[in-house]
């Protein structure tokens, strides 16, 4: 467990509403790993002795929050990837899958948590088969995850017995469990065009039943919108006539959507990951983020699997969300700083249906991330403007000025490297791993 503490530090950035910059920072973490307090050293409450203290020399942010991955696939870096999706997936990722052990699975994602924690990604949304190893290589790593077991209506595979199985794994320990409340269970319809319109509805009933998050890909390619509305009008028509889009739902990629879809998805609360690497890589499309954003559309980051991107480092995926928001718009406004930011910090837990993590704000859980300022991406230092030091951080700084991450209060990287788990034994089993499957 979590041990009260005080951090100080020259700057915070709580990730409210306005994006506001905290000047001579304190941030105070509860015994239960809570924050109860963020601001000002000037109206901080006072304290005993006895809390530590720690001292930080550059930025104190929320932890990143990754709303769309496939962490496992660690193991699949580079394969097929000059591929189009469908035969990307059917012709090297299924297979390799099929190869796939739980120890291969809870191994790729060991190392996956490993690569998020020293990025400063704290919590993440994964859909992925062996969801059990899934949740054990986080608990180990520190690491914070959505998980969504995976469900498909494939030669082998049975919808029916997958549905009720993540749903007596909720009844049997929880939607939330584990320290900290690290590990939510979720379903994983995998998408609108691997399952059946009846699969999808009793995915809505079950967890509805159990006031669940569904993480399910929608309008992703060309391909699949162009069948997909031939047989239904469009995905998110598809959802909102199967019920998927009266309980709480994440749309993953969301690529293709008419202005219909967009409003569809404003009415029913849905949450976006908006995943601009993995759909520039597979020539996916370019997703309407203004449009979905100018909905009040809560749109979150992911970096899809690292097979499809090929990292997950979500500053990565702020800078291009930055960059292909402005080309599509021809608007150098269409994405500040600030709004990239938002959207992988507190946006971006809004898109989970999350208000307990991804911002500085009492109550929230101290998922903490702690930025250097010693390098050439702060040339300027922190004595610059408000909109300089974020413009600088979200363009300049990114994943290479990591330095110290919590989740619930507790360490989980230090000085660069991960705490809980060796870094190189963990790549070490997942060469071994990758070798078997590939």
């Not at 230092?381 to 909109?387: A, K, N, P, R, Y």
């Amino acid at each position: 467990m979590s041990t009260s503490r005080r951090f100080h530090a020259p700057v915070a950035l709580p990730a409210d509403p306005s994006c506001s910059v905290i000047r001579d920072a304190v941030l105070d973490v509860g015994p239960d790993g809570r924050i109860t307090y963020c601001g000002t050293a000037a109206a901080a409450p006072p304290i005993v002795d006895e809390i530590p203290r720690t001292h930080l020399t550059g930025i104190l942010t929320p932890g990143l929050v990754n709303t769309h991955a496939h962490s496992p696939m660690t193991l699949l870096r580079g394969l097929g990837g000059d591929l189009p999706l469908l035969q990307w997936l059917q012709d090297a990722i299924w297979p390799a899958e099929a190869r796939m052990r739980p120890q291969d699975a809870r191994a790729g994602m060991l190392l996956g948590c490993v690569e998020m924690l020293r990025f400063g990604v704290t919590t993440s949304a994964e859909m992925y088969a062996h969801a059990e190893q899934v949740v054990d290589a986080a608990l180990e790593a520190g690491s914070r995850v959505l998980v969504a077991p995976a469900v498909f209506d494939l030669p082998g595979t049975d919808w029916r017995s997958d549905i009720a199985a993540i749903g007596k794994w909720i009844d049997t320990d929880g939607l939330r469990f584990g320290p900290g409340d690290r590990i939510e269970l979720c379903y994983g319809p995998h998408s609108t065009y691997t399952l059946p319109p009846e699969a999808l509805r009793v995915t809505a009933e079950e967890s509805a039943r159990r006031g669940a998050l569904v993480h399910i890909h929608a309008a992703e390619t060309t391909a699949e919108d162009i069948a997909t509305r031939e047989r239904f009008g469009s995905a998110p028509q598809l959802l909102k006539e199967t019920g998927l889009l009266d309980g709480r739902l994440l749309a993953a990629h969301a690529v293709h959507l008419s202005d219909d879809d967009i409003s569809l998805l404003a009415q029913a609360g849905a949450g976006v990951a908006h995943c601009p690497g993995s759909n520039a890589k597979l020539a996916s499309g370019t997703a309407r983020l203004h449009e979905l954003r100018a909905a009040s559309v809560a749109v979150g980051l992911g970096t899809d699997g690292p097979a499809s991107n090929d990292d997950l480092d979500l500053w990565e995926e702020a800078r291009l969300a930055m960059m292909f928001a402005r080309l599509s718009t021809a608007d150098p406004l269409a994405l500040t700083a600030e709004d990239a930011f938002l959207m992988a910090t507190t946006v971006g837990a809004a898109a989970l249906g999350r208000t307990d993590i991804g911002a500085l704000r009492a109550g929230s859980w101290a998922d903490l991330v702690h930025i250097s300022v010693d390098g050439p991406h702060f040339a300027a230092g922190l004595d610059v403007s408000d909109s300089h030091l974020v413009s600088n951080l979200m363009w300049a700084a990114g994943s290479r000025a990591v330095k110290d991450v919590w989740v619930a209060g507790e360490p989980v990287v230090e000085d660069g490297e991960t705490v809980r788990v060796d870094r190189v034994a963990a790549q070490q089993a997942a060469a071994r791993s990758t070798a078997h499957i590939i």
